[in-house]
């Protein structure tokens, strides 16, 4: 069995910074891409940003030069960190990961952590 645990959210003014992890555990033969998603209320959950486990990255244009993805693979873990954060960033924040536990492969989803950047 495989768990995705997130941390690291919570409330932040206008402007101010967040840094969100997500750490894999259990029977994990390899982890290929890590993403991180949101969702905002009464909205679509969407892509924020991916990192393959070369290292490739990419973002939305919302987050482009304000957010950063990163991943330790040693600690199966997977970053964001937030930056200039902006009201409409407010959401619950989920990552997922693309594992691989020597049997099947499968995208496992965290439990959520919410964000909201407020005054």
């Known amino acids: 069995q495989v768990q995705l645990v997130e941390s690291g959210g919570g409330l932040v003014q206008p402007g101010g910074s967040l840094r969100l992890s997500c750490a894999a555990s259990g029977r994990i033969f390899i982890i290929y891409n890590m993403d991180w998603f949101r969702q905002a209320p009464g909205k679509q959950r969407e892509l924020v940003s991916a990192?393959?486990?070369?290292?490739?990255?990419n973002y939305a244009d919302s987050v482009k030069g304000r957010f950063t993805i990163s991943r330790d693979n040693a600690k199966n873990t997977v970053y964001l960190q937030m930056n200039s954060l902006k009201a409409e960033d407010t959401a619950v924040y989920y990552c997922?990961?693309?594992?691989?536990?020597?049997?099947?492969?499968?995208?496992?989803w965290g439990q959520g952590t919410q964000v909201t950047v407020s005054s």
């Open positions: 990192i393959a486990s070369g290292g490739f990255t």
């Open positions: 997922k990961a693309d594992i691989f536990d020597s049997i099947r492969r499968t995208d496992y």
